[in-house]
């Protein structure tokens, strides 16, 4: 699996998490909803975290899948 910087930041702090693997298809086209089937869990309940730079100001949204 790769890594990404989230993950590593997770691993450097100490902080107890959990990796939840699943195949990507990256023809799909409502690809939330196809994450959450893969690990049989409730699309409601599954969002994206967006991370941007607004005006040299960090923004964050956290999206429903959903939507």
């Known amino acids: 699996m790769a890594r990404t910087p989230a993950l590593d930041l997770l691993a450097k702090s100490g902080a107890i998490h ?3 693997s699943h195949e990507v298809n990256k023809s799909e086209p409502h690809h939330g909803a196809a994450v ?5 869990v409730d699309p409601a309940g599954v969002f994206k975290t967006l991370v941007a730079a607004v005006d040299d100001h960090p ?7 959903l939507y």
């Open 18 to 20: 959990k990796v939840h």
């Open 36 to 40: 959450a089937a893969a690990l049989g």
């Open 59 to 65: 923004a964050i949204a956290i999206v429903p899948v």
